[in-house]
């Protein structure tokens, strides 16, 4: 069933181009919504559907307890499956579990899919993979927003109203606030360890390691929000990022977006899995998996603007966990975790924390990005979303700036230009004092 807030956003999007909900021509949203609903049947079809003999239940099958990735009809089965197929599949995290919220493959009417795999890696048998979440213009997002879109105007509200105002220019000036610098990604952890043991993952103390090529780059506009630490390596200097901290709320920028199949609450309060929301600390039994969202400043905003350039500019992820025997407390656990700058020279041995690494993939990345990098955001969207798609979005683009322009006419008109141009410089925002004057 969808919210209020998403038919809000889909009448005014008709409305934007003249169409609205009686409307029986097809629209992107329309498209949208029928690929959508065509994944969801997909999911749901698989929980009832033998991974083996290709049956078909009325409830939901059991599932592989480890990858939960497929399910069988009875033990027959799965003991005729595994040996031959599935346990290859299962112990090489060749397959993702099953779920709208990190959609792997591309549905029949989509050329590239909604998460493309830019990195994946397991060891201990415990995996990751990792895509983008980033926008469809494929700018890098700004620290004055919020992760959770449902929020944003709330937060603009709250830091750019009121008596904390003053307070806000100052952060937003300091920090570049306003500048297109972090780079959004989505991943999702899964424990296939054997043992019954459960393990922790401590989301806020995930790293990229940046390229040397590119340290100057990433290291350009730095501010204490980015998390970044520089070490030498042989002889070489390297750099690190951490999770972006979030000036304002003073945690790191993540957010768990769902655990195993279950969209998680704004408000996760007493959730047995999620022991700590603000740092990301989840606990995952065997077979479970979470999905999150973590954010890296990369840079200033200007040598390095898109996701791409972003993510050309780093080798790898890292992501730390430990094993946890439900009675040492988490922040215990997570003075000794393992970091890319200090991983430790000796065996940890089975009940330390370790450090998952994940290489991204050039060639994947190139090709999902392709079509922006040579040809534009017009081509961009019109191959990974629709023409129509790509259309409507010229027509709301083409709104906002006559909008703006508007607005900046009744400003002057009214006599409260320099009162915006003050607030401006307040902010930091030199560059388009200078564009207005």
């Known amino acids: 069933m969808q919210s ?19 409307c029986t021509a097809e629209t992107p949203l329309n498209r949208l919504q029928r690929i959508c609903d065509r994944k969801m049947n997909r999911e749901q079809f698989s929980k009832t559907h033998c991974s083996y003999c290709g049956k078909s239940g009325e409830v939901a099958l059991k599932c592989c307890s480890h990858c939960k990735g497929v ?24 397959r993702l579990p099953t779920t709208m919220a990190f959609q792997s493959e591309a549905d029949a009417e989509e050329r590239f899919p909604q998460h493309p795999v830019f990195a994946h890696a397991h060891k201990d048998d415990v995996g990751m993979w990792v895509t983008i979440e980033g926008r469809i213009d494929c700018k890098l997002q700004p620290l004055l ?21 003053d307070a806000s220019y100052a952060i937003m000036r300091t920090n570049r606030a306003y500048s297109c ?18 393990i922790l993952v401590f989301s806020s103390r995930a790293q990229m390691v940046v390229k040397a090529s590119s340290t100057e780059a990433v290291q350009r506009g730095k501010t204490d929000c980015d998390n970044a630490v520089t070490f030498t390596q042989d002889g070489i200097e390297r750099t690190v990022l951490g999770v972006a901290n979030d000036p304002w709320d003073h945690v790191p920028r993540l957010l768990i977006h769902q655990f195993n199949t279950t969209e998680l609450a704004e408000n996760m309060t007493g959730s047995p ?37 972003a993510l050309d500019a780093v080798e790898c992820i890292a992501l730390p966990w430990a094993p946890w025997d439900g ?43 392709a079509d922006i990098i040579d040809r534009g955001e017009d081509a961009f969207m ?55 004057q």
């Open 4 to 22: 209020q807030s998403t038919n809000a956003i889909r009448t005014a999007l008709l409305a934007s181009v003249g169409q609205t909900d009686d």
């Open 71 to 94: 399910r069988y009809c009875d033990e027959a089965c799965q003991r005729a499956d595994y040996k031959p197929r599935h346990k290859l599949e299962c112990t090489t995290f060749a």
């Open 145 to 165: 927003d919020s992760l959770d879109p449902e929020v944003l105007r709330e937060r603009y509200i709250n830091t750019m109203s009121g008596p904390v105002a």
């Open 181 to 198: 610098s972090l780079l959004s990604l989505r991943i999702l952890v899964q424990n296939r360890r054997k043992d019954d043991e459960p």
């Open 273 to 309: 899995y999620v022991k700590d929301a603000g740092q990301g600390i989840v606990r995952l039994a065997k077979g479970d998996f979470v999905v999150l969202q973590l954010q890296f400043r990369v840079g200033d905003g200007d040598t390095i603007a898109k996701d791409w350039q």
């Open 327 to 369: 009675v040492v407390r988490p922040a215990v656990l997570a003075r000794d975790l393992p970091a890319i700058q200090c991983e430790p020279t000796v065996d940890v041995g089975p009940t330390g924390g370790r450090l998952l690494q994940a290489r991204f993939d050039r060639d994947t990345i190139r090709h999902y990005f």
């Open 382 to 436: 019109r191959s990974h979303l629709c023409s129509d798609h790509a259309d409507l979005a010229r027509k709301i683009n083409d709104s906002r700036i006559t909008m703006g322009d508007k607005l900046l006419k009744r400003i002057t008109e009214s006599g409260n230009m320099e009162l915006l141009l003050e607030r401006l410089r307040a902010c930091g925002r030199d560059d388009l004092v200078a564009k207005l």
